[in-house]
């Protein structure tokens, strides 16, 4: 019996991936190389639902699979590829696109967030139909299990509603995948506004963590990360937003459980908290972002991944692409 699969995308976007992105998706992706026959790919097709300079997006596609072999991916053991490498998601992305409905896809809600920051007259059709072709990237894999942070749930279930639906109109073809999101860091906050979500389009430089910035600078925003007026060190997400987000950042980075930690600085001042987690974040960074510039500097063994990677993908998409066409008659 094979092993279950899993599949999961990351948008090439400019500069690196930020703290959010590595705790809530790209931590998982490691793990499950170990439990499933594992699947990641750098989505540049979805980059260019909004303006694309050419060489950027060539060059930020490379920085983003250089991160996540970084992170600690292992293309002897996953299957990691560019999107755009692998034409199936666009002819599954098609089929999709037809069997989705209007008001369907006017019901997601990171579009709705994404479109709103494009202005309604720069929003292009490729935004608003984005999350098909994320369904389709999932399907064509038969994918069991899609890690994602939390902002994804309902991505996952128009994929499995689009998947149940074709399996009933033309007959059993994709396997319908359930997401895959860790609770405990589903979702990583503004480290200056604990009521949003970290990331890159609404958060202040100040309340972003890029993986690749200066250790220092990265050092400088976690003790200066907005906490409460209180002085109590506990995780309480509802009374304690601020605190609780540096919690979770400190235990998933150490390994050391939320209760280890809230013992360690009972009675101890919030400034405690942020220089310990300021130094464990630095050393956390400091070897991913040598191993970053470890496979830029490397073209030809990006090269080689890459083209690997595609040919590996490629013998599932087709599969699974060739048995849809052949359902609907194509
Ligand atoms: P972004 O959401 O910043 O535009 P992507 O769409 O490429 O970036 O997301 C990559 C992965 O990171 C997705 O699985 C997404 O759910 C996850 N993610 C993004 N922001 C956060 C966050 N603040 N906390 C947890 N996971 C996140
Ligand atoms: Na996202």
Same mark, same amino acid.
């Given at each position: 019996h094979r092993r279950p699969r899993a599949l999961s995308g990351i948008q090439p976007t400019?500069?690196?991936?930020? #703290?959010?992105? &590595?705790?809530?998706?790209?931590?998982? &992706?490691?793990? =499950?190389?170990?439990?499933?026959?594992?699947? &990641?790919?750098? %989505?540049?097709?979805?980059?260019?639902?909004?303006?694309?300079?050419?060489?950027? #997006? !060539?060059?930020?596609? !490379?920085?983003? %699979?250089?991160? =996540?072999?970084?992170?600690?991916?292992d293309p002897e053991r996953c299957t990691l590829f560019v999107q755009s490498h692998v034409p199936e998601h666009a002819q599954l992305g098609w089929v999709m696109n037809c069997l989705t409905g209007f008001g369907e896809a006017s019901r997601m809600t990171?579009?709705?967030?994404?479109?709103?920051?494009?202005?309604?007259?720069?929003?292009?059709?490729?935004?608003?139909?984005?999350? @098909? =072709?994320?369904?389709?990237?999932?399907? =064509?894999?038969?994918? *069991?299990?899609?890690? $994602?942070?939390?902002?994804?749930?309902?991505?996952?279930?128009?994929?499995?509603? #689009?998947? *149940?639906?074709?399996?009933?109109?033309?007959?059993?073809?994709?396997?319908?995948?359930?997401?895959h999101i860790v609770k405990e860091v589903a979702k990583i906050y503004d480290l200056q506004d604990p009521a949003i979500k970290m990331s890159k389009s609404?958060?202040?430089?100040?309340?972003? @963590?890029?993986? #690749? *910035?200066?250790?220092?600078?990265?050092?400088?925003? %976690?003790?200066?990360?907005?906490?409460?007026? *209180?002085? $109590?060190? !506990?995780?309480?997400?509802?009374?304690?937003?601020?605190?609780?987000?540096?919690?979770? @950042? &400190?235990s998933t980075l150490t390994g050391r459980t939320i209760a280890e930690l809230e013992k360690e600085y009972e009675g101890r001042m919030y400034g405690a908290l942020k220089t310990d987690l300021a130094e464990v974040m630095v050393e956390f960074v400091t070897p991913f972002r040598a191993r970053t510039q470890e496979y830029l500097d490397d073209p030809d063994t990006l090269d080689v991944i890459l083209a690997r990677g595609a040919e590996k993908a490629r013998a599932v998409a087709a599969g699974t692409l060739a048995a849809a066409y052949d359902r609907i008659g194509l």
């Open positions: 400019a500069g690196s991936f930020h #703290l959010g992105n &590595y705790l809530g998706a790209v931590r998982q &992706y490691v793990a =499950l190389q170990e439990t499933h026959d594992a699947f &990641y790919m750098v %989505v540049d097709l979805h980059a260019i639902t909004v303006p694309q300079e050419p060489a950027a #997006l !060539r060059a930020n596609t !490379r920085l983003a %699979v250089a991160q =996540l072999l970084a992170a600690g991916l990171q579009f709705k967030d994404k479109a709103a920051k494009q202005g309604a007259d720069r929003a292009t059709v490729g935004l608003f139909t984005y999350p @098909i =072709l994320q369904v389709a990237d999932i399907l =064509l894999y038969q994918a *069991d299990a899609v890690p $994602v942070g939390e902002d994804q749930r309902q991505h996952i279930e128009l994929t499995r509603d #689009l998947a *149940d639906r074709f399996n009933t109109r033309f007959g059993d073809t994709f396997t319908v995948p359930a997401p609404a958060s202040t430089p100040k309340g972003l @963590i890029n993986l #690749l *910035d200066e250790p220092k600078a990265t050092a400088k925003k %976690v003790k200066s990360a907005v906490t409460d007026t *209180d002085t $109590v060190i !506990r995780f309480d997400p509802a009374e304690k937003p601020g605190v609780s987000n540096l919690l979770t @950042i &400190y």
